[in-house]
C-alpha cells in the first residue's frame, strides 16, 4: 500500500498516522527498534551506505527506525524539512550552537529564557570566543540594536517563564533577515499545536520533549528541527560526531506522546484558562500573568500568533515570599516542583527556586518578584485545582 502524502494532512493526522513503517511483522501499533547496529546484505551495500551513497540504518547514534519515527512525525508538524532528536532539550541546543557557530560569532538572546540556555551561551560558547548579548524579549528596537555585523543567530523562547511573555516571532524574523542572521525558536511552552515558529518566519525550532510532547514527565528528550540544508550539512553531522543521541525508547514514548498532544494541549490550555479568570477574581491575588486575559499586554498578538494561551499560568499575591511559601505549602494536591508540561499540576516559586541564584537586582530587572507564584496546569479536574489553590489562598 502507498503511504499516503502526510504533508497534505491536519497535525493530529500526522501525530498519529506519519512516519511510522510497518515491518514484515505487520504491526499496527510502533514497535521499539532496540539496537545499535545494522547488518548489511554484503560489503558493497555496507560501503555504499557508510558513503551516503545509498539510504538506510548504519548505526544508532545517528539513524534508528524508532527514534526516525518520531523526527518525522515532528517536522511535519512543526511544517519543517527535517527534525532531529536529542538526548535532552539542552542536547539539542547545544547542538544548534555547536553546528551553527564558530570563534568570533556573535548571538543575540532574549533575556528570559530557560536558565541552562544562558549558561549554555554564556559559560560554554563563552568558552570558545562567541559572545553573546541578552535583550528583553518583547522589545523589537532592542533586539535589532543588539545585532552587529558577526551576529549569526537570534534566540527567543516564547511565552516565556515565568512571566508568559509573548515575543512577536515574524516580526523577530523579519529583522533577522535583514541583517543576515538566523532565527531560533525554542518552542517548548507552546508546542506545535499552539503555535508553528517556521511558518511565521522562524529558521530553526528546538523542543524539549520531555515537557508536554511527553506530557506525563516519563523521560528527557530534544529536537531541533528546520530546513534540509541546515539539517543535513550542520546538525547532523554534529550529532553524528557529538553523540548526545535519543534512545529509542524514550523516542518511542516520545512518538506515542505525540498522537495524544491535540487533545492534551487544548485540556491543558481550557483548565489553564478556565483557572487564569477564577484567579483574577481572588482577594489574595494581585496581578494574574496569562495571555487569555485582556489584561495581558500581548493579549492581541498571543490571539494572532497562538491557536490558544498555553497552560502556564502565574500570579502575584498581595505580600511577599512568607505569603507565597504559605500558599504553596497549604495546597495539598498540587506538585510542588519547577517541572512543566506534566499532567500533574505544578506549583512553584521562581524567586527561591529557578531563578533563585540570580542577584536581588536581577530578579527585579526581570519583573520576578518574591510574590510570584507559577502554576503548570495539568488535566485534573478544574474544580479540584481551584479548591486546592482556595485553601493555598486562605492559608496565605
Ligand atoms: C525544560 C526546558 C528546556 C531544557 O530541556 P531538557 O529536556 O530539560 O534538557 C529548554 N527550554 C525550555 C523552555 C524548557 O522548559
Known amino acids: 500500500m502507498n503511504q499516503p502524502d502526510w504533508q497534505d494532512y491536519a497535525a493530529e493526522t500526522q501525530a498519529i498516522r506519519a512516519g511510522q513503517k510497518r515491518s514484515h511483522e505487520g504491526e499496527h501499533s510502533m514497535p521499539i527498534f532496540a539496537t545499535s547496529s545494522y547488518v548489511f546484505g554484503s560489503a558493497e551495500e555496507a560501503s555504499l551506505k557508510f558513503t551516503g551513497q545509498q539510504p538506510g540504518n548504519i548505526y544508532s547514534r545517528f539513524t534508528n527506525p524508532t527514534v526516525a519515527t518520531f523526527q518525522e512525525r515532528l517536522a511535519l508538524m512543526e511544517k519543517g524539512e527535517r527534525c532531529l532528536a536529542f538526548a535532552s532539550g539542552m542536547a539539542a541546543i547545544m547542538a544548534v550552537g555547536m553546528a551553527l557557530l564558530k570563534a568570533g560569532d556573535h548571538v543575540v538572546c532574549s533575556r528570559s529564557v530557560f536558565g541552562n540556555t544562558v549558561l549554555a551561551f554564556q559559560n560554554y560558547f563563552g568558552k570558545f570566543g562567541v559572545e553573546t548579548d541578552f535583550v528583553k524579549l518583547t522589545d523589537p528596537a532592542a533586539w535589532e540594536a543588539a545585532i552587529k555585523p558577526n551576529t549569526r543567530f537570534l534566540f527567543l523562547e516564547t511565552p516565556s517563564n515565568p512571566l508568559i511573555e509573548i515575543a512577536d516571532i515574524r516580526a523577530l524574523a523579519d529583522i533577522a533577515h535583514r541583517h543576515g542572521c538566523l532565527l531560533v525558536v525554542d518552542n517548548v511552552f507552546c508546542t506545535p499545536i499552539l503555535q508553528q515558529p517556521l511558518a511565521l518566519g522562524a529558521d530553526i525550532v528546538v523542543h524539549s520533549a520531555t515537557k508536554y510532547i511527553d506530557g506525563q514527565g516519563r523521560c528527557v528528550g530534544g529536537a531541533v528541527v528546520a530546513n534540509e540544508e541546515i539539517i543535513e550539512k550542520q546538525v547532523y553531522p554534529y550529532l553524528r560526531t557529538g553523540g548526545a543521541t ?140 481551584k479548591a486546592d489553590l482556595a485553601a493555598g489562598l486562605a492559608a496565605a
Not at 483557572?275 to 494581585?286: I, P
Not at 495581558?296 to 502565574?314: M, N, T
Open 246 to 385: 535519543l534512545s529509542p525508547f524514550n523516542a518511542w514514548v516520545f512518538a506515542g506522546g505525540l498522537e495524544t498532544l491535540a487533545i492534551r494541549m487544548k485540556a491543558h490550555c481550557d483548565n489553564a484558562f478556565e483557572l487564569a479568570k477564577w484567579l483574577e477574581r481572588q482577594d489574595a491575588v494581585g496581578k494574574v500573568h496569562y495571555p487569555g486575559l485582556a489584561s495581558h499586554a500581548q493579549h492581541e498578538l498571543a490571539k494572532r500568533q497562538q491557536s490558544h494561551f498555553g497552560a502556564v499560568v502565574s500570579f502575584e499575591l498581595k505580600g511577599g515570599k512568607e505569603e507565597a511559601w504559605r500558599l504553596i505549602d497549604a495546597t495539598r494536591m498540587l506538585s510542588v516542583t519547577a517541572n512543566l508540561g506534566d499532567v500533574k499540576t505544578t506549583i512553584t516559586h521562581p524567586a527561591t527556586t529557578t531563578h533563585g541564584r540570580l542577584t536581588p537586582e536581577a530578579r527585579a530587572e526581570a519583573g520576578i518578584n518574591d510574590s510570584l507564584v507559577r502554576i503548570s496546569v495539568g488535566l485534573e479536574n478544574i474544580d479540584d485545582i
